[in-house]
């Protein structure tokens, strides 16, 4: 039941973009064409779920008896730039078009702030009481990632294709469609288990 809870406060009521703000920049700046977001967030994905394995492994098991927790920002930071830049060198490699498509955002993972606050999450948190339940909240967190990503892009697209008024068009319309699907997602914040 506890990772049930996990999985659904990770992806809507607790999710990343509309709940903790995380991730606004990725978020509104691949968010224009649903096949770059599904790849973004997918790559999002990954990194959250194996940096949530490393740096939860790291935490409790280097820093904490070595006394030194109070290094974990700095750990954790220097161990998501490692991994990201070995999931970028792979892509660039095995799946170029994907790695083109993404172009800057890719190496933003880095700097993405939803990596490293679920990084700093799953170590602080009372919820998360193991290895295995930082991986699911990390994982389940980037799948959250990727529906915002998604329900984004959808709506761009069709604003793109609809007669927008002149101070309207571009960004501030994205930015009010962004509002609008985050009040939704407040329908979900009641949900408990």
Excluded at 64 to 82: R, Y
Excluded at 114 to 134: K, M, P, Q, R
Excluded at 159 to 186: E, H, Q, R, T, Y
């Amino acid at each position: 039941m506890a990772i049930i809870a996990i999985i659904v406060a990770a992806v809507l009521s607790n999710n990343v973009v509309f709940s903790q703000t995380l991730g606004i920049c990725p978020y509104m700046g691949v968010s224009k064409k649903t096949n770059t977001a599904v790849g973004m967030g997918i790559a999002v994905i990954f990194v959250m779920a194996i940096t949530s394995l490393l740096t939860y492994a790291l935490y409790a098991w280097v820093l904490v008896p070595l006394g030194i927790e109070f290094l974990k920002t700095i750990v954790f930071i220097f161990v998501i730039a490692a991994f990201v830049q070995l999931v970028e060198m792979s892509l660039k490699k095995f799946l170029p078009t994907l790695y083109n498509a993404l172009g800057i955002y890719l190496p933003l993972i880095t700097t993405n702030c939803c990596v490293l606050g679920i990084a700093i999450v799953n170590v602080t948190s009372a919820d998360i009481h193991n290895i295995f339940e930082a991986f699911i909240n990390g994982a389940f967190i980037g799948v959250g990632f990727l529906l915002a990503l998604v329900l984004m892009s959808g709506v761009r697209e069709r604003i793109v294709k609809n007669d927008v008024p002149a101070p309207f068009k571009g960004f501030p319309i994205a930015l009010l469609s962004a509002g609008i699907i985050a009040m939704a997602f407040l329908a979900f914040s009641g949900i408990a288990f």
